[in-house]
């Protein structure tokens, strides 16, 4: 059985799963992209129908609640898709003898070190939402499948989705003022080469958790800078300390001061190093460019 004969993308209306499914069929395979509106993952009677209905040898879970700061008053919605739904869908894979991917989060680290953290690292999620996506590996893990992917992202943006590149260069168009945290560090990472990555390990033969990334490190503050230059755009754009946003956002999430993800394992197992932030940024640009967000 070749794992590609029958794949099920969950979260197929998102931006990653809109990229897993365009690869997926540039490589002359038919995947089956539900959308949320199609799949609640939530309900274990609508997965289990979906299950016996496309009898997957693939799935590819990129359905979450990805809404940091709303997880921090949806806290049970959170841990039922985040979580519990992860252990479901992994206990029909194992059933089913299929493999998993699931796609998890920087945010279950806390920050607390200064170098890009190994997927060996101590775990302690500071929000809402990385503790319900800690809970979703604790319960993949619990309900392991013969062969599944733990693949921890970070900073994810591109097409079909809301995401922070998209949100500041709107606001910029419409004459917004912007104001981004300058003292959180991450790696924001391109839904195409996130995509391409996880095939990629896949193909190699990978199993268990892959930590994957664009390479290099910024802020939000910078990363904000490029996208408008990269759209040629001018905005009115201030810093401000995570400190102080909290002031002004009180019920916003705490989000880790540092959460670079070490890809040194990735590189070896793929045979090849993800591409710099910046030029995976100026592809999202042309890729808007030719058909819009």
Same mark, same amino acid.
């Given at each position: 059985m070749n794992i590609y004969d029958s794949i099920l993308i969950t979260g197929g209306g998102g931006m990653l799963g809109h990229a897993l499914a365009d690869l997926l069929v540039s490589r002359g395979h038919r995947p089956v992209a539900l959308t949320r509106n199609q799949l609640d993952i939530a309900d274990p009677s609508a997965? *289990? *129908? /979906?299950? %016996? %209905? &496309? @009898? =997957?040898?693939?799935?590819?879970n990129c359905a979450a609640h990805t809404k940091v700061d709303l997880c921090e008053q949806e806290r049970k919605k959170a841990d039922d898709i985040n979580g519990y739904a992860v252990g479901n869908i992994a206990s029909l894979c194992r059933s089913a003898g299929a493999g998993l991917v699931h796609v998890s989060t920087d945010f279950v680290f806390d920050g607390s070190l200064r170098r890009p953290y190994l997927v060996t690292d101590p775990v302690n999620p500071l929000s809402a939402y990385g503790k319900s996506k800690?809970? #979703? !590996? +604790? !319960?993949? +893990? *619990? @309900?392991? =499948?013969?062969?599944?992917?733990? /693949?921890? %992202? %970070?900073? /994810? $943006? #591109?097409? &079909? #989705?809301a995401n922070f590149p998209r949100a500041m260069v709107q606001a910029a168009q419409a004459g917004k003022p912007l104001t981004v945290v300058n003292d959180q560090f991450g790696s =924001?990472? $391109?839904?195409v080469d996130l995509a391409a990555a996880i095939l990629d390990l896949l193909d190699s033969g990978a199993s268990g958790f892959w930590h994957v990334t664009n390479s290099g490190q910024t802020t939000w503050y910078d990363f904000a800078k490029a996208a408008l230059e990269v759209f040629n755009l001018r905005a009115e754009i201030s810093s401000i300390s995570s400190a102080n946003w909290a002031q002004k956002r009180p019920t916003s999430a705490v989000r880790p001061g540092y959460s670079v993800l070490d890809l040194e394992a990735l590189h070896r197992q793929i045979g090849r190093s993800m591409r710099p932030w910046r030029d995976a940024l100026g592809d999202f640009h042309r890729a808007v460019e030719a058909? #819009?967000?």
């Open positions: 997965l *289990k *129908k /979906v299950f %016996a %209905a &496309h @009898n =997957p040898t693939l799935v590819l800690l809970l #979703g !590996e +604790q !319960e993949l +893990q *619990k @309900n392991a =499948p013969r062969r599944w992917l733990i /693949v921890r %992202a %970070a900073w /994810v $943006y #591109g097409l &079909h #989705g =924001p990472t $391109y839904t058909g #819009g967000f």
